[in-house]
């Protein structure tokens, strides 16, 4: 079969099986041949690896992974695309998709099912509307998966990379730096797709920690994401007003457990560390202000 990134030849697939590309689900396809080998290499998988990726679309960056990992099965919530997919992957035997909504597949199950006893990493383009909530479900479950290796809007991997404490930080890039080590890759240009997006794309990886940043209990962790979610719900404004109106809490009671973790009350969100933002949750805690998710 001609090269999957050939324009005719995905249109060619898209016609013959009555396909049609879906804004809902955030389909783009990749047609810059060096994209997914790129990705597959970044990923650092190897011969005896096993990979999760999430929406195969008609499998480009799947036979990359295909070709240097020992399995690889594939995630995919349109069913639409599955007659395309048994053609395109027709000559790799070690592919397996699955059809569900990645949200809602038990991704454990799935990955003791398929992997047992095999290093697994996490490849995909992700669609850019629910980037975040994916990124979140593999990493709050504590999979185990060595890395993730995806594709995103440029600015969300902006954010998703940078490090606490900094300018571009947001909540969530707290909760990314508590679960894994990230960095940026490589951009990819809007013409690398079809139809082409009205945005640049980025590939990011983050390298799993064996332990979370702070190893805190259960209880302890949401509380704390909960602390740092409010004080990012007022960006503009200090730490101590968001924090005091997304907790409905007291705000000389902020205030004072600021001060408890030796913290200065003018300072803003995306300029607490996450140790800092730690300390300030172990300090509301003390003074009885709970964290309501």
């Known amino acids: 079969m001609p090269a999957l990134t050939d324009l005719s030849t995905i249109r060619s697939l898209c ?8 804004k809902g689900f955030g ?5 810059n041949p060096g994209v997914c080998p790129r990705i597959a290499e970044s990923a650092g998988i190897g011969p005896d690896w096993g990979v999760l990726e999430i929406g195969p679309g008609i ?31 027709a000559g790799y035997g070690n592919v397996k998709i699955v059809e569900g909504d990645v949200l809602k597949v038990d ?3 799935l990955i003791r099912q398929e992997f047992a006893g095999r290093p697994v990493a996490v490849c995909a383009n992700l669609p850019y509307y629910i980037t975040s909530p994916i ?12 890395n993730i290796t995806v594709m995103v809007q440029r600015e969300a991997a902006q954010r998703l990379c940078a ?3 900094t300018r571009q930080a947001g909540a969530i890039s707290y909760a990314v730096a508590y679960y894994a080590s990230p960095r940026q890759l490589f951009t990819v240009q809007p ?16 390298d799993v920690r064996k332990t979370p940043a702070g190893d805190l209990d259960p209880a302890a962790e949401r509380a704390l994401f909960a602390v740092i979610r409010a004080a990012f719900s007022q960006r503009r404004k200090t730490a101590a007003n968001g924090i005091s109106a997304g907790l409905a809490a007291d705000k000389a009671a902020v205030l004072a457990a600021m001060a408890d973790a030796g913290l200065d009350a003018r300072l803003r969100p995306e300029q607490l560390t996450l140790e800092q933002f730690t300390a300030l949750q172990a300090a509301l805690a003390a003074r009885g202000i709970p964290a309501r998710k």
Do not use: H, W
């Open 59 to 89: 499998g480009v960056l799947t036979e990359q992974l295909a070709k240097r990992a020992a399995k690889v099965v594939s995630v995919e919530i349109d069913r639409r695309l599955f007659p395309l997919l048994d053609e395109t992957l």
């Open 135 to 146: 990124l979140m479900r593999l990493l709050e479950e504590r999979l185990p998966v060595e």
């Open 191 to 206: 013409g690398s797709f079809y139809p082409a997006p009205k945005v640049t794309s980025a590939v990011i990886r983050l």
């Open 163 to 165: 490090p606490p404490g």
């Open 15 to 22: 016609d013959r099986y009555g396909f049609s590309l879906s």
């Open 107 to 109: 991704l454990r199950a």
């Open 27 to 31: 389909q783009n396809f990749i047609i």
